[in-house]
C-alpha cells in the first residue's frame, strides 16, 4: 500500500502572509496537528504545528501576528509513492506524528500521520477478515475452526450440510460433543502436531473424512482447523466407476458382434483393438494384429492421419482393401485437447444396400452446401467478389477495379439500376478489404425520416420518451473498423445529407440527446439506382456530399446489356430452386435458353430470378422448356439481336448442338417441337446413334429422350 492511498487528502495550507488567527481556527475545525506552509505555486516552505502556536503564545503574540517566525523549515516530508511501511519507519526514527506529502512535481498534496496508518492497516485488516470469511462460505469443502480449548467457533455452510446442525447451534461447543468418536483419538497434543492428522467418522448416517491441521505462531498453540468431506460422494464414485467397467465391457461385446470392422489405435499408431469382422476382412488372427503398427498392416485405412494434430474431426471416404470395396470412417479420441488414439470403422459388406443411402447423402450435402453459401452471402461472411457470377468483358473488368479498391479507406459509389446486384459487390468488397469490423447494411429508402438521427448516430439514455435504458448504438458505431453500406442514398432526405457529410469529413459524432463526442473508423459504400448528377442539378442531392461520395464509382451495368451472363445466370439459379424445392438438378432447353436471351430484363437478376422460379413451380420433368416460361417472353415480337445470338451460340456449342441446328424464329411457340426433334436428331448425329451419350449431351434423362423420340417417330 502507498501513502498516497492512506494520506490525509482533504487539507487546508497557510502562507507567509497567513497569521496566528487564521492558524488557531484551522486547527480548531479541522482537528490536526501539522499543517504545511506554501508558497503561490503550492511549493512548501515550511510547516507550522500547535507548537508552534503554542511557541508564539507564550511569547504574548497577537493572534493578527504573522506565522512566518514560527515556521517550521526543516520539516519532515515523504513523496505520496513511498510504501506505506516505509513512511511509518520514518516517523518513527524523526519521532514526530505527522509529515508533509509531496507529489512527483514537488508540490503539497497531503498530510500523513500515525492516524492515517492505522487506518490503513484497519481497512486492510477488515479486507483480510472479509476475503477469509467469503472464501470460508463459499467453500464446497466443510470447515470447522476450534480454539485451543477445543471449542468451536467458526462453521462453514458446507460443515453445516454435512453435520446436519447450523452454525449457530454448534459454535461454542466442544468438538468432542459433535464429534464422540474424536474424544479419545484426538488430544491437546495430537492437535499441536506439525503435520496433518486424517480421521474418519459417521455422523447421521454420512461417512466424512475429517483433516486436523494445527494452528499454532512459533511454540504457541492457539487452534486448530477441521476439513471435512463427505466420504460417502467417494463411495457413489466407486459404483459409478465399477458401472462404467461393466459398461467398457458391454461396448467391447457389442464391438465384437458388430457387423462392420472395427479398429482402436493409441495415440503412437499401434492398434489396440479389433473385432472378428477385421479379422475376416484381413485373414489374421486377432494375436497377429493385436499390437502392430496400423500404418504397416491396414495402410489403405490412413487411420494414423487422424492422430496428426491438423485432423480434429471425422472423416469419411471409399477406400479398396484387398479385393474388397470399402466406406472408411475415421474417428479422433481425444482427453482434454490432445489425441490419444483414433477408431476406424470399416463397411465392406453388401455396400450395395448403401448406395441408395449415399446418393440421398450426398443430395443433401448439396442442399447444405448451398444453404451455407446463402447463409454467407445473408449475413456478410466470406462471400467474395470472384463469387459474382459473369462471363462478359465489362462485368470482368468491373470486379478487377472493386478488387484493387478493396483495400483502400475512399469511398466507393455503386451505380446501377435495381437488382444488378449492387449488395453483393458492397459484400465482396468489405471482405477483401480484411477490414476487422462488420458489415453493416442501412436501406436508406426505408427508414422513416423521423428515425433517421438515431438510426444512424444512436442515442444516449433518456434521450426522449421510451429510450432503452443505457441507450442505443446506431449504425456507425456498429460499423466501426468495418464497412456502413448506405443502400439506396439517392433517398436520403437533405437534413441528414448535412449530418452524413460532417461525420464522413470528422469522423466523428454524438449520439442523440447526448454529449460526448464518438470517434468511429468506418468505410462509405453508398449505392443508388438513381442519376445523382440530375439530382445535384435540381437541388435534390447536395453537391458537396455527392463529391465526397464520387470517389471510386462503380457502375454495374443492366442485365439486358451483358446477355452472355443470362445462360450462366439462369443456370445458377435453377440449381438454387432446385435445392429450395427439394428435387434433382434441372437442365434449362436451348429454346428456352434463346427467349431468356431475347427478354429485355428491366427487373434485371431480380427479375430473371422470379421467372426462373415461377417455371420451376409450372414443370414436371427435369428440363426447363419454352412453354414453361411466362406468356409475355414467349410472345416475343422482336428477333434477338446480334449481341444476344453471340451468346446463344456460345451456349449452344458448349451444350454439344451446333449453332446451325437452333431455330430462334419470331413464332417461338409454334417451332418449339420442330427445334427439340433437330436437337434430337442432332445429338443422335453427335453421340454416332448412341442413345445414352445423345440423353446426356442434351440433359436430360434417357426415360425422356426415348418418350421424344416415339414423340417424333425418330428411329
Request: glycine fraction near 6%; include cysteine.
Amino acid at each position: 500500500m502507498f501513502v498516497k492511498e492512506a494520506m490525509t487528502h482533504d487539507f487546508k495550507a497557510l502562507s507567509l502572509e497567513s497569521t496566528l488567527r487564521e492558524a488557531v481556527r484551522i486547527f480548531q475545525n479541522d482537528k490536526i496537528g501539522l499543517l504545511p506552509v506554501v508558497d503561490a505555486n503550492n511549493l512548501l516552505l515550511g510547516a507550522f504545528s500547535r507548537y508552534s502556536l503554542y511557541r508564539a503564545l507564550l511569547n504574548d503574540c497577537s493572534l493578527d501576528t504573522l506565522i512566518e517566525p514560527y515556521i517550521i523549515h526543516d520539516a519532515v516530508s515523504i513523496y505520496e509513492n513511498e510504501e506505506l511501511k516505509d513512511a511509518s519507519l520514518l516517523l518513527t526514527e524523526h519521532n514526530t506524528a505527522h509529515a508533509i506529502v509531496i507529489s512527483e512535481d514537488n508540490r503539497v498534496s497531503g498530510i500523513f500521520g500515525h492516524a492515517d496508518i492505522n487506518r490503513s492497516y484497519q481497512l486492510e485488516y477488515s479486507a483480510v477478515v472479509n476475503s477469509l470469511n467469503s472464501l470460508l462460505q463459499q467453500m464446497h469443502t466443510g470447515a470447522l475452526a476450534v480454539d485451543h480449548t477445543g471449542k468451536i467457533v467458526v462453521m462453514n455452510p458446507a460443515a453445516e450440510s454435512m453435520c446436519g446442525r447450523t452454525s449457530e447451534s454448534t459454535v461454542g461447543l466442544a468438538l468432542s460433543e459433535l464429534f464422540p468418536d474424536l474424544q479419545d483419538s484426538l488430544t491437546s497434543l495430537e492437535l499441536q502436531a506439525v503435520e496433518p492428522l486424517i480421521r474418519h467418522v459417521t455422523i447421521k448416517d454420512r461417512k466424512l473424512l475429517i483433516t486436523c491441521n494445527s494452528l499454532s505462531n512459533e511454540d504457541h498453540y492457539w487452534g486448530g482447523l477441521f476439513l471435512l468431506q463427505d466420504f460417502t460422494d467417494y463411495e457413489t464414485i466407486a459404483g459409478e466407476f465399477d458401472i462404467n467397467k461393466k459398461l467398457e465391457l458391454a461396448l467391447e461385446k457389442t464391438i465384437e458382434m458388430s457387423y462392420d470392422a472395427f479398429v482402436l489405435v493409441d495415440k503412437e499408431g499401434h492398434i489396440r483393438r479389433v473385432n472378428q469382422a477385421t479379422c475376416e476382412l484381413m485373414k489374421m488372427s486377432k494375436d497377429k494384429i493385436m499390437h502392430t503398427s496400423v500404418h504397416e498392416s491396414l495402410p489403405e485405412i490412413r487411420l494414423e492421419e487422424t492422430l496428426s494434430a491438423g485432423i480434429q474431426r471425422e472423416s469419411f471416404e471409399a477406400v479398396m482393401i484387398g479385393k474388397h470395396h470399402c466406406m472408411v470412417t475415421r474417428v479422433p479420441i481425444f482427453q482434454g485437447n490432445e489425441v490419444v488414439g483414433a477408431i476406424g470403422r470399416i463397411v465392406y459388406r453388401n455396400l450395395n444396400k448403401w448406395k441408395n443411402v449415399m446418393n440421398r447423402l450426398d443430395n443433401l450435402e448439396k442442399e447444405v452446401s448451398y444453404y451455407r453459401a446463402e447463409l454467407s452471402i445473408l449475413g456478410g461472411s466470406e462471400f467474395d467478389i470472384d463469387d459474382i457470377l459473369s462471363k462478359s468483358e465489362e462485368m470482368r473488368q468491373l470486379k478487377y477495379l472493386a478488387r484493387q479498391a478493396a483495400p483502400g479507406f475512399s469511398t466507393v459509389l455503386l451505380l446501377g439500376e435495381s437488382g444488378t446486384g449492387k449488395e453483393l459487390f458492397a459484400r465482396g468488397i468489405h471482405n477483401a478489404s480484411r477490414r476487422p469490423g462488420r458489415f453493416v447494411k442501412i436501406n436508406c429508402a426505408a427508414v422513416p425520416i423521423e428515425l433517421w438521427e438515431s438510426e444512424f448516430f444512436g442515442y444516449a439514455e433518456g434521450a426522449f420518451t421510451g429510450a432503452k435504458r443505457g441507450g442505443k448504438t446506431g449504425k456507425f458505431e456498429d460499423a466501426n473498423n468495418g464497412t456502413l453500406f448506405l443502400d439506396e442514398i439517392g433517398d436520403m432526405p437533405l437534413s441528414m445529407q448535412v449530418k452524413l457529410l460532417r461525420v464522413l469529413q470528422e469522423r466523428e459524432f454524438e449520439r442523440v440527446g447526448g454529449n460526448q463526442t464518438i470517434h468511429v473508423n468506418v468505410r462509405i459504400i453508398a449505392a443508388t439506382n438513381k442519376d445523382l448528377e440530375q439530382m445535384v442539378a435540381s437541388g435534390d442531392f447536395r453537391e458537396d456530399l455527392y463529391y465526397r461520395l464520387h470517389v471510386i464509382p462503380l457502375h454495374i451495368p443492366p442485365l439486358r446489356k451483358r446477355a452472355e451472363d443470362i445462360p450462366l445466370l439462369a443456370t445458377s439459379v435453377s440449381k438454387k430452386f432446385s435445392h429450395l424445392m427439394g428435387i434433382e438438378p434441372i437442365t434449362i432447353s436451348p429454346v428456352a435458353i434463346s427467349l431468356l436471351m431475347a427478354h429485355h430484363w428491366p427487373g434485371n437478376v431480380r427479375e430473371l430470378e422470379n421467372v426462373i422460379e415461377r417455371a420451376m413451380n409450372c414443370m414436371n420433368g427435369r428440363v426447363l422448356e419454352s412453354h414453361h416460361l411466362p406468356d409475355y417472353l414467349v410472345n416475343i415480337n422482336s428477333r434477338p439481336n446480334s449481341e444476344t445470338k453471340k451468346a446463344l451460340s456460345t451456349f449452344t456449342n458448349n451444350s454439344g448442338i451446333p449453332e446451325n441446328e437452333q431455330t430462334t424464329s419470331v413464332y417461338y411457340k409454334k417451332k418449339v417441337s420442330e427445334a427439340e426433334k433437330e436437337a434430337i436428331e442432332s445429338a443422335l448425329q453427335l453421340a454416332n446413334g448412341n442413345r445414352t451419350a445423345a440423353a446426356k449431351i442434351l440433359g436430360i434423362s434417357r426415360s425422356q429422350f426415348y418418350k421424344k423420340m416415339n414423340m417424333f417417330n425418330i428411329l
